[in-house]
C-alpha cells in the first residue's frame, strides 16, 4: 500500500547555521545537522553563514560534505553580516550563493601566526633545553626567532593550503584561476563586490534566499517554511532562558580566547580584523 500523504519534511527548506569562529566543535555540529537533512529526506537546505572562518581542515570536511549533499538536493548559502575566509570556502559548498549588499566577505587567503616571547624570557631569565629529532622539530617554538630555512617551510605550507583555496573558489564559481587570484590576497570586499566579482549570484537578505531556495525545487515561496537543525541546548539554558543572555558575551570572549590558544601555530582560513 502507498501512503497518500509525503512527509512534512518534503513540504519545508531545512535550515543550517553557521556562526562565529569555525573549528573541531563546529565540523561536528554542521555533519551531524548535514545528516539529518539527508535522512528526512529534505528537498533543499538554505545554509546561513555568519563568520570569519577558521581551521582549514574543519572548513573543508564542512565543504565537501555539502558538495556530496549537493548531488541529492538544491542547497542555498546566505551571506550575513560577515562571511569571510573559511566562510566563503564553506558556501562554495553550495549551488548558489546569496549576500545583502554589505556583507563583509572575501579574505581568501590563508593565515598562520606564533608567539615570539624570547626578549620577555630573557629578562626574566627563563631559557629551555631542547632535545630533538630533527632540526625542525620545535617549528614555530616561542622562545626563539624562526630560521631562515623554517620561514621556507612554513611560507611552502602555506602557498599550498592558499593554491588549495583558490581551486576550490575557481571550480564553484566558474572563473579562471588566475582571476580569483587577482582579489584572493586576503583584502575584503562587500557583497556588492562580490557579486560584480562573480563570488556569489545574487544581492539580499536571509528572507529572499528562503524564497529562491523554495522556488528552486517547486515549493510556494508564500507558505514554504524552514526547519532550523540546531544544536540542542544545555538544560539549565532551557528551563532558564535569561541565564544564558547574561553569559552570552562572556562565553564569547571565553570561546575566542580558547579558539586563539587552540589554533595557535595552525594555518587558518581566518579573517582577522
Not at 587567503?109 to 622539530?137: A, C, H, M, Q, T
Not at 605550507?157 to 584572493?184: C, H, W
Not at 540542542?232 to 579558539?259: C, T, V
Request: include cysteine; charge should be neutral.
Amino acid at each position: 500500500m502507498i501512503w497518500p500523504f509525503k512527509p512534512k519534511f518534503s513540504k519545508q527548506i531545512a535550515r543550517i547555521e553557521i556562526t562565529g569562529a569555525i573549528s573541531g566543535g563546529t565540523r561536528k555540529r554542521v555533519l551531524e545537522a548535514l545528516k539529518t537533512v539527508e535522512e528526512k529526506k529534505f528537498p533543499a537546505l538554505l545554509l546561513r553563514i555568519d563568520s570569519p572562518g577558521g581551521t582549514v581542515g574543519d572548513s573543508q570536511e564542512i565543504y565537501s560534505a555539502l558538495k556530496r549533499l549537493r548531488e541529492k538536493m538544491k542547497i542555498v548559502a546566505s551571506f550575513g553580516n560577515i562571511s569571510a575566509s573559511g566562510g566563503v570556502y564553506i558556501g562554495m559548498g553550495a549551488e548558489h550563493i546569496i549576500a545583502n549588499p554589505g556583507t563583509i566577505t572575501g579574505s581568501i587567503g590563508v593565515i598562520l601566526r606564533g608567539n615570539n616571547l624570547e626578549r620577555l624570557l630573557d629578562k626574566i631569565g627563563v631559557s629551555f633545553k631542547v632535545i630533538k629529532s630533527g632540526p625542525y622539530k620545535d617549528i614555530l617554538a616561542f622562545d626563539r626567532e624562526l630560521t631562515p630555512e623554517e620561514q621556507t617551510i612554513l611560507q611552502e605550507l602555506i602557498d599550498v593550503s592558499y593554491q588549495q583555496f583558490v581551486q576550490t573558489v575557481a571550480e564553484a564559481r566558474s572563473l579562471a584561476v588566475e582571476t580569483v587570484k587577482s582579489f584572493a590576497d586576503g583584502r575584503i570586499f562587500t557583497g556588492q563586490q562580490a557579486l560584480e566579482l562573480g563570488v556569489v549570484d545574487r544581492l539580499g537578505t536571509e528572507e529572499d534566499a528562503r524564497r529562491w531556495t523554495a522556488e528552486l525545487v517547486g515549493l510556494d515561496p508564500e507558505k514554504t517554511q524552514c526547519f532550523t537543525l540546531e544544536e540542542r541546548k544545555p538544560l539549565l539554558s532551557r528551563l532558564l532562558p535569561g541565564s544564558r543572555q547574561a553569559s552570552a558575551g562572556i562565553g564569547a570572549g571565553i570561546d575566542w580566547l580558547e579558539f586563539e590558544m587552540s589554533t595557535s601555530g595552525l594555518p587558518l582560513w581566518l579573517y582577522r580584523p
